[in-house]
C-alpha cells in the first residue's frame, strides 16, 4: 500500500528528484505559455497601430532559441500531459507547480488523503513512462 515518502532511501531521493524535475519542467512550460501569450498581446495590439506588419512566427523564434533536448523534454512532456485524464493532470498540476498539500487537495476533490497521494504518484509513473517512450522514439 502507500507509505510516505521520508526521502531516506535511494528510490525516495530518486522520487522526489524525478518529482522536483517534472515541477520544474512544468514551471518552465507555463512560464514559456505566458510570455508566449505575453507576445501575442504585443504583436496584436501592433497590427492594430500599424496597417502592415512583416509576418512572423513566434513559435519559431521560441523554439529557435531553445536546445534541442529542451525542445524534446518540452515535446514529450506536453503530449504526457495531454493523454492524462483530467483529475489526474488536475492533481498533478496542482500539486507540482502550485505546491498543494495532499490534505487541500483531498478537500478539493472530494478523495481522502491517501487516494489523491496515490493518484499523484500513479500520475507521475505515468508521465515519466510517456516521457521515456518519446524519447526512446527520436
Same mark, same amino acid.
Given at each position: 500500500?502507500?507509505?510516505?515518502?521520508?526521502?531516506?532511501?535511494?528510490?525516495?531521493?530518486?522520487?522526489?528528484?524525478?518529482?522536483?524535475?517534472?515541477?520544474?519542467? &512544468?514551471?518552465?512550460?507555463?512560464?514559456?505559455?505566458?510570455?508566449?501569450?505575453?507576445?501575442?498581446?504585443?504583436?496584436?495590439?501592433?497590427?492594430?497601430?500599424?496597417?502592415?506588419?512583416?509576418?512572423?512566427?513566434?513559435?519559431?523564434?521560441?523554439?529557435?532559441?531553445?536546445? &534541442?533536448?529542451?525542445?524534446?523534454?518540452?515535446?514529450?512532456?506536453?503530449?504526457?500531459?495531454?493523454?492524462?485524464?483530467?483529475?489526474?493532470?488536475?492533481?498533478?498540476?496542482?500539486?507540482?507547480?502550485?505546491?498543494?498539500?495532499?490534505?487541500?487537495?483531498?478537500?478539493?476533490?472530494?478523495?481522502?488523503?491517501?487516494?489523491?497521494?496515490?493518484?499523484?504518484?500513479?500520475? &507521475?509513473?505515468?508521465?515519466?513512462?510517456?516521457?521515456?517512450?518519446?524519447?526512446?522514439?527520436?
Amino acid at each position: 500500500m502507500w507509505q510516505k515518502n521520508n526521502g531516506k532511501s535511494e528510490t525516495e531521493i530518486l522520487q522526489n528528484q524525478f518529482t522536483a524535475y517534472l515541477a520544474t519542467a &512544468v514551471q518552465r512550460r507555463r512560464n514559456d505559455y505566458l510570455q508566449q501569450m505575453d507576445r501575442r498581446q504585443q504583436i496584436e495590439s501592433l497590427t492594430e497601430d500599424f496597417m502592415f506588419m512583416p509576418e512572423c512566427s513566434i513559435e519559431q523564434d521560441m523554439l529557435l532559441g531553445l536546445p &534541442v533536448l529542451m525542445q524534446l523534454e518540452d515535446s514529450a512532456l506536453l503530449h504526457a500531459l495531454r493523454e492524462l485524464s483530467e483529475r489526474e493532470r488536475y492533481i498533478f498540476l496542482a500539486r507540482a507547480v502550485d505546491g498543494k498539500s495532499f490534505e487541500a487537495l483531498a478537500e478539493e476533490t472530494g478523495m481522502g488523503y491517501k487516494g489523491v497521494a496515490a493518484v499523484y504518484y500513479r500520475t &507521475v509513473q505515468k508521465i515519466k513512462r510517456k516521457i521515456g517512450v518519446m524519447k526512446n522514439e527520436f
